[in-house]
């Protein structure tokens, strides 16, 4: 028998995505906030059931996409009023008009590159491990099964009243997540 | 209480709206009047400031309207039946038209034989810039106009009534011939109402910086209207934040993309630095009118962009409409930018007449607008994407789609 510590959490098996999406709402109303959903396709009712948390991505994509813009400014100027000052159809070295194309394509292309970043950093993958994966039955969930796993990080989480509430929920079977 | 029915039995506050627009515009146009005896140049110049700017939000809404026969989505199916009605009031705007070429003397220099006498590139450009010429070409792009949106219209109307899904197809097909048709008038309309302002000045990005900005102008009234709509029944049940999101990303596309076509005309012609092409900028830039470029930079494109990056402003009608608001009128003073520093080389001036014209012809458009509005159910609910684009919206708490529902 696993101890405590080295367990993940505790796994329902839905047949449906109606039935995963109600467990889910329930497991939030009776007070858990540390789970996932996991399902063959995306489903955006799971998204709010899960009580969506907020994302920082927004702010690192800004942060980004600032510093490309502020970047891309400083190194035309750098390059055309400092470092190579050449003389352009009489214009001044610092002709800012002619600065933004390549400042804006800089703002996108950092803002990019840090929303694709930021997304990987915040979310952890890629990940070669998962403990979800040692429950068998778990490859079922990118075929036709629906799974709602309630983690043992959750600060209501008991292996035996939970499992006992998961079981209220009508699933097909419910598995101990070994970590 | 059925979603078909029309929108005046459904919506009895429209009723009042246009009573009050048109009264209203009724005012405006009596105390405009008195400055046709006043200054007629200065009437004609800002009749033509009020004229395209209704005219932007007209045919804006009936390009976006053949746009999303194309694209789809649920933003265009929320919107299509305000749409409809703007596209509708093209005779009306026809009419309007009239007193632009009257006046074409007062406000077209090269309509003067003794001034394209004196300027040999004037002389060149006459086989194009000729009073006659130039009303034959208005005529042509106000039949297309006319035609596109009587037969989208009509058709839209015959699948309200019988739900044939052939209907739908049709539409497709005019409108891909539609947008195409729209973007080269468009062009040359701007061509000869605003660019020959200055006939010696010359830029080719100048048709699709006008067409964006009507696009702009669209969007923001479509979105009052929707917010406005979305307050009471039935939309009130029907109409969500993805609606509004949608919307809200879309106009943040044109305001970017009016900026791009305004910098790209600024940056080519700084850049070549030509005395005929910079000119344009010399009167604006090198005067107090400059103090209104600088504030269409900020108000035309930074606030709005700024503020239309955020998620929580998009999703939140009360503060969609106030963007869209503000956006409506610095598409006036984008217009005032490009007509009335062409008159006021000199520096900044503002008439009283540009307050009272565009006050005068927005509510008299308004009017024809809810009046159209009204003569329709408030959704296409035939449209094959309906569903699809409002959801389960019975469950919600709507009314049913019609009476006789189908099992």
Redesign the interface.
């Given at each position: 028998m696993a101890t405590r510590s080295s367990i993940y959490g505790l796994m329902a098996e839905f047949d449906d995505p109606a039935a995963l999406v109600t467990a889910a709402q329930r497991a939030r109303q009776d007070g858990y906030s540390c789970m996932d959903g996991y399902a063959p396709y995306p489903i955006e009712e799971l998204h709010h059931a899960l009580g969506s948390p907020t994302t920082r991505l927004p702010l690192v994509v800004l942060i980004g996409g600032l510093l490309g813009c502020g970047g891309g400014y400083a190194m035309q100027y750098w390059m055309s009023a400092v470092a190579y000052p050449l003389n352009i159809g009489g214009k001044p070295l610092h002709s800012w008009p002619a600065f933004i194309p390549v400042t804006f394509e800089c703002t996108i292309l950092a803002a990019a590159l840090s929303a694709v970043l930021g997304m990987l950093a915040l979310n952890g993958l890629p990940q070669p491990y998962h403990p979800v994966f040692n429950v068998p039955r778990f490859a079922l969930a990118s075929r036709n099964r629906f799974f709602l796993c309630i983690e043992a990080a959750d600060p209501k989480f008991d292996l035996e009243q939970t499992r006992r509430f998961l079981e209220t929920l009508n699933p097909r079977e419910v598995s101990t997540v070994a970590d | 209480m059925v979603i078909n029915e029309t929108a005046d039995v459904a919506i009895p506050e429209l009723a009042g709206v246009q009573r009050r627009a048109f009264a209203v515009g009724a005012v405006a146009a009596l105390v405009s009047a008195i400055g046709l005896f006043v200054n007629v140049d200065q009437f004609l110049q800002s009749y033509l400031m009020a004229f395209m700017w209704c005219l932007g939000v007209t045919l804006g809404c009936l390009a976006l309207g053949m746009v999303h026969q194309l694209s789809g989505g649920a933003w265009g199916v929320v919107l299509r039946r305000p749409i409809g009605a703007a596209a509708r009031v093209l005779p009306v705007m026809t009419a309007l038209f009239l007193p632009i070429v009257v006046g074409a003397r007062h406000l077209y220099i090269w309509t003067h034989a003794d001034v394209v006498a004196a300027d040999e590139a004037l002389q060149h450009k006459q086989l194009y810039l000729n009073t006659p010429f130039w009303i034959v070409r208005a005529i042509l792009y106000f039949a297309v106009w006319n035609a596109l949106s009587y037969v989208l219209n009509r058709w839209s109307a015959e699948q309200d009534r019988t739900a044939d899904p052939r209907i739908a197809r049709k539409m497709q097909l005019v409108s891909a011939g539609g947008l195409v048709a729209y973007g080269v008038t468009i062009t040359f309309a701007s061509f000869d109402w605003l660019m020959s302002l200055e006939p010696r000045w010359y830029s080719t990005i100048y048709g699709v910086l006008v067409m964006g900005g009507q696009g702009l102008s669209a969007l923001a009234f479509l979105i009052v209207t929707i917010v406005w709509l979305s307050r009471r029944a039935p939309l009130d049940r029907i109409i969500v934040a993805s609606h509004f999101h949608d919307v809200g990303n879309l106009m943040l596309a044109f305001v970017m993309l009016w900026a791009y076509f305004s910098?790209s005309q600024?940056?080519i012609i700084?850049?070549g630095?030509l005395p005929a092409e910079i000119a344009w900028y010399q009167h604006r830039l090198q005067t107090g009118w400059r103090a209104v470029g600088v504030a269409l930079v900020l108000f035309h494109f930074a606030v709005p962009f700024v503020l239309l990056l955020s998620?929580v402003i998009k999703r939140t009608p009360d503060l969609l409409v106030k963007v869209a608001l503000g956006v409506l009128f610095v598409r006036l003073i984008d217009l005032f930018w490009l007509i009335a520093p062409e008159f006021h080389m000199q520096g900044l001036a503002i008439s009283w007449l540009d307050v009272a014209l565009p006050i005068a012809l927005a509510a008299v458009w308004l009017g024809c607008f809810v009046r159209q509005l009204r003569g329709r159910a408030i959704l296409p609910v035939h449209d094959p994407q309906f569903d699809e684009a409002l959801g389960r919206i019975i469950e919600r708490g709507a009314p049913p789609r019609t009476r006789t529902s189908e099992p």
């Open positions: - | 910098f600024y940056l700084w850049a630095n998620r």
